[in-house]
């Protein structure tokens, strides 16, 4: 009778003891890992914002197609701050992919002259290249009309604005934007307006909202060129709020507009597209921020 109670105990010990077993498997649940698998760290989430895409495509207006950087009245791709060639310059593309990549996988479909409301088309033809990376910069034509009243009403230049990154996202939905705020157009006025030469070109009707008689400072002259600085500012927000609103698109954070450039990085046949020196900057401050961990 003992060895029987002795057995029964051990078989009710082994029973108890399958009991909380399973018991356990419960509490963590039937398709739980292990606890020694559920102490190795789960994989890092793909991040949203890839700082080394392996292509550019560039959209935007003629800074982004280096005009008058290279030769009186002439687009000079090469130059350019965004996908360009030039060892002066060190571009956007060269700096990511390198100066062969650059030659193979970034395309400039900037056109001088064009305004926000030009980027929808140039953004259908820059998604068929399927880029990683789009880079956007403009707005200053927008500004730079003949007179304030004939500027692009903020409205428009926002809608505008978000059609081409329907489009981008439409086709592209994983592909990042890079956007470059508005050049600050009145410290361009007052860098250039010390020079006879920039104020002699000037009067050939370049930018007239802002440079037009560069060299009065009568109250309807600060108004002018104070309405237009206003409306570059409305952009450059227009810019950061849609921009905000697209988890792959990174704002510059006004870095473009609050650059304080000098006449070294301003063309010396205009005064108002960036040289060679300026590309450079503009380069330096695109590849910062795609770069950078944080936007």
């Not at 970034?106 to 001088?112: D, E, G, K, L, T």
Request: some cysteine; proline content about 6%.
């Amino acid at each position: 009778m003992r060895k029987r109670s002795h057995r029964s105990r051990v078989v009710l010990a082994l029973v108890v003891a399958a009991v909380v077993g399973l018991a356990g498997c419960d509490a963590v649940g039937g398709d739980s890992p292990a606890p020694s698998d559920a102490a190795k760290p789960s994989p890092s989430p793909t991040p949203l914002w890839d700082r080394s895409p392996s292509s550019v495509a560039a959209v935007g207006d003629s800074i982004t197609r280096a005009f008058d950087a290279c030769d009186v009245l002439s687009d000079c791709p090469e130059a350019s701050w965004a996908t360009g060639s030039s060892a002066e310059v060190d571009s956007l593309a060269v700096r990511l992919l390198g100066r062969a990549g650059a030659a193979e996988r970034s395309w400039n479909y900037a056109v001088s002259g064009a305004r926000m409301a030009d980027l929808p088309g140039q953004m259908a033809r820059a998604v068929r290249r399927k880029p990683q990376l789009v880079t956007v910069l403009v707005g200053a034509n927008d500004a730079c009309r003949p007179t304030p009243s004939a500027m692009t009403p903020v409205s428009a230049f926002r809608a505008d604005f978000e059609d081409a990154l329907r489009s981008l996202r439409k086709a592209l939905p994983k592909a990042q934007v890079f956007v470059a705020s508005v050049p600050d157009l009145k410290r361009l006025w007052s860098e250039g307006r010390t020079s006879p030469m920039a104020r002699q070109v000037w009067q050939l009707g370049i930018c007239p909202s802002m440079l037009g008689d560069a060299n009065a400072l009568d109250t309807a002259a600060t108004l002018r060129r104070d309405t237009v600085q206003k409306r570059v500012e409305d952009y450059n927000k227009v810019l950061k709020e849609v921009c905000a609103r697209d988890e792959r698109c990174r704002y510059d954070g006004g870095a473009v507009y609050d650059y304080r450039f000098g006449t070294a990085q301003l063309s010396r046949w205009d005064y108002f597209h960036p040289s060679v020196n300026g590309q450079a900057r503009l380069a330096e401050i695109a590849y910062r921020t795609v770069t950078a961990k944080n936007p």
